[in-house]
């Protein structure tokens, strides 16, 4: 039998996005579409691109999926009252925030965050990977905007929105039979800029490899840093997954130092390989890490450097931090949940 098609869009190819193709590929005839916003000055034809595809082509669709909502949604969901083909966005994170202390998230932009919730409000269903996006309270630095994720962004929206959390190969991320480097610390990040740099916490990195000298830290993905390297702290930058799957079962520990993060997945990925979590007490962290780890709750160097002497007692194996995962965000529950989602969509 011919396969419904199915238009995925999205802003960057990443590695989420390629993995809801291939789930969606099993049932689906999927087109994939590129929304291009890498230079600001571009945007004009890359609206004016996705208009003409969208108007051409939208009506051979049975579903249109977008991973995020803000610029790459608003024509689709204008389409959507046009054709009746049900749009469905998969808020990621930046979508569902506001954080201008570190300028961060669409709603820090006032033109972004509009396009953002005019998406959310028209669309026809809202899966976030997880469900502090819909709402929740925001406590790991001072910050204006307590309240975070669609719901405090636009208090009346109407469209259902229903948790979708990432899911993972448990077959492929594996504890492997090597030796783990003891008090070895990793993260696998992405942090070229001032931004990123303290989003993703490398400056609570430096600190920590400063602070113990003799314990190890590593940091895999491309990263300029702010300060000095310390000697013990390694720079590796991108690897591909087959190697990453070996760096992560050198080490014993996994740092996931984010001041915002929906459900990251290298945290994930290192788990199943068997590194005990250390992460920081925003969106889907604490759900991930469950009581097979550590959480930072506050951004405080005096709380992280403490919560790093409390290892000395570890008694958290490898396989519990692999079982949080397996046991709650398999890649299989994903699917499940996927398919039952978006075929309730008419």
């Known amino acids: 039998m011919k396969k419904d098609k199915i238009l995925m869009m999205y802003v960057g190819f990443a590695t989420f996005v390629k993995r809801d193709i291939e789930i969606l590929s099993t049932r689906y005839q999927v087109d994939n579409c590129h929304f291009n916003t890498s230079k600001k000055y571009f945007l004009p034809v890359t609206f004016l691109k996705q208009f003409f ?11 249109v999926i977008i991973q995020s909502s803000g610029y790459v949604s608003f024509l689709p969901v204008i389409f959507n009252k046009i054709f009746k083909v049900p749009v469905i966005i998969i808020a990621i994170g930046t979508d569902c925030a506001k954080l201008p202390e570190i300028n961060y998230g669409a709603h820090s932009k006032p033109i972004l965050s509009w396009f953002t919730r005019f998406s959310f409000r028209n669309t026809n269903l809202i899966l976030p990977v997880h469900k502090s996006l819909a709402q929740s309270n925001y406590t790991y630095i001072d910050v204006a905007q307590k309240k975070q994720g669609i719901r405090a962004f636009d208090p009346q929206i109407k469209t259902p929105i229903i948790e979708l959390v990432n899911g993972y190969d448990t077959k492929k991320w594996q504890i492997l039979n090597i030796n783990r480097q003891e008090n070895s610390f990793l993260t696998v990040t992405f942090a070229l800029d001032n931004v990123g740099y303290y989003r993703k916490g490398i400056d609570l990195i430096v600190f920590l490899a400063n602070t113990f000298p003799a314990y190890h830290f590593t940091i895999v993905g491309q990263v300029n840093l702010q300060e000095t390297c310390p000697q013990n702290l ?24 984010s ?78 949940e996927f398919f039952k989602f978006i075929n309730h969509v008419k």
């Open 53 to 63: 595809f969208l108007l051409f082509r939208m009506k051979t669709y049975k579903k």
């Open 234 to 257: 390694t720079l590796i930058n991108n690897v591909p997954q087959d190697e990453l799957l070996n760096i992560y079962n050198k080490h014993q520990y996994y740092l996931q130092l």
């Open 259 to 336: 001041m915002f993060e929906g459900f990251p997945n290298a945290l994930c990925e290192a788990m199943l390989c068997g590194c005990i979590p250390i992460g920081s007490a925003v969106a889907g962290i604490p759900d991930i890490i469950g009581d097979q780890g550590y959480l930072l709750k506050r951004k405080d160097k005096k709380a992280l450097a403490e919560l790093i002497k409390v290892l000395e007692n570890n008694t958290i194996l490898p396989e519990d931090s692999r079982n949080q995962i397996t046991q709650n965000f398999s890649i299989e529950r994903r699917i499940q």
